[in-house]
């Protein structure tokens, strides 16, 4: 395996919850890295010996922006590309968003992607993401955007290439999405989700690192938990034929997960995320290490 990025959830928690977010980030979510988990984490991906860039997405990053910076400030320490995923909420003002990014800057931060569109403002173009990419411009920032499209059931396969990060097009219908946006949307035979499209399974180039110690294949479909074995460990160990969901997944894709698995299963999915979520919903119970944690499954107090 060539694993070249950690994509680190600084926290759950989010100022906003959007109704496509595929970890169910809330003001009310829980789940927060300490400083001292994190330089754990460093040494840990400093001793795999691969990584090359870490990035820092939530949840909302920005909610613990000194620890943000510190983080930043350590992960260049050793060695690594610095990157940030943020709702842009903190650019009330072009001046002010400066202020937000200059300590980041001085921390060493190579590049921020905003996410600009409706589910973050009333426009495509959300006019925090636009003052924060111009302050960021200015700061001397590589610059990126998210930008979803409303949600109608068809995602353009040319948006996706597995195992690169989600940055264009119709919402993934996983998480949230599953529960907040498929009404009335066009399905398609649950049989014909033979792959999985968007993540490269079998020799991920990147993976997700939760605030509880999870590394996500996908969200919620974890290979091990680094506070319990450590990362070389772990990614020695991963072999994608024995693991009890993704061995499925590879040979036939979400319909082989139903149908390995004996799951119940309606007629028609709006995606191959949608059947495989729900699928792996049902699963939950048998495989609770791998299908893990009740965050990622919108479990949390008050939801
Ligand atoms: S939800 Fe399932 S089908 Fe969708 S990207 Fe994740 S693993 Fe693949």
């Avoid at 694993?3 to 003001?27: A, K, M, R």
């Avoid at 992960?75 to 002010?96: L, P, R």
Wanted: charged share 20%; hydrophobic share 35%.
């Amino acid at each position: 395996m060539s694993l070249t990025g950690l994509h680190i959830l600084l926290t759950y928690q989010c100022n906003y919850e959007c109704d496509h977010c595929f970890v169910w980030g809330s003001p009310r979510q829980t789940g927060v890295f300490t400083l001292a988990q994190l330089e754990d984490v460093y040494r840990q991906a400093d001793e795999l010996g691969t990584i090359r860039e870490v990035y820092f997405e939530g949840g909302e990053v920005f909610l613990y922006h000194p620890i943000l910076v510190k983080a930043v400030a350590r992960a260049k320490a050793w060695g690594f590309q610095a990157g940030i995923v943020s709702n842009a909420y903190w650019a009330t003002t072009q001046e002010d968003a400066l202020v937000w990014l200059q300590p980041l800057v001085e921390a060493g931060l190579d590049s921020i992607t905003l996410s600009s569109d409706l589910f973050h403002g009333s426009e495509m173009e959300t006019p925090s993401s636009q003052r924060g990419l111009a302050a960021a411009e200015l700061l001397g920032l590589d610059t990126g955007s998210i930008s979803i499209d409303p949600p109608s059931g068809y995602r353009d396969p040319a948006y996706s290439e597995p195992g690169l990060p989600v940055t264009s097009g119709d919402v993934m219908y996983r998480g949230r999405a599953v529960e907040a946006l498929i009404e009335g949307l066009p399905r398609l035979p649950w049989e014909s989700f033979t792959t999985c499209p968007y993540e490269d399974l079998a020799n991920p180039g990147r993976v997700h690192l939760d605030p509880l110690g999870n590394l996500h294949l996908c969200q919620g479909l974890v290979m091990g938990n680094l506070f319990q074995r450590s990362l070389t460990q772990i990614v020695q160990d991963y072999d994608p034929t024995t693991h009890p969901v993704v061995e499925s997944l590879l040979k036939g894709g979400p319909a082989k997960l139903v149908q390995q698995h004996g799951l119940d299963h309606k007629p028609g999915y709006v995606d191959a995320c949608h059947l495989c979520y729900t699928a792996r919903q049902a699963m939950r119970v048998e495989f609770p290490e791998v299908l893990s944690p009740n965050q990622m499954y919108g479990e949390f107090a008050g939801n």
